[in-house]
């Protein structure tokens, strides 16, 4: 695995499987997208 996440104020990082990082930024992506409409935009 190529990806890796920091959690808090650790500073460990912890590898992920590209099926985790997949599902991070999808959720990102949706709370962009919400955000965006209570903004009117």
């Not at 992506?29 to 009117?40: D, L, M, S």
């Amino acid at each position: 695995c190529k990806h890796r996440i920091k959690l808090g104020d650790s500073s460990n990082y912890y590898y992920i499987s590209p099926f985790c990082r997949y599902r991070i930024t999808s959720v990102c992506n949706f709370f962009t997208y919400i955000r965006y409409i209570q903004q009117g935009l």
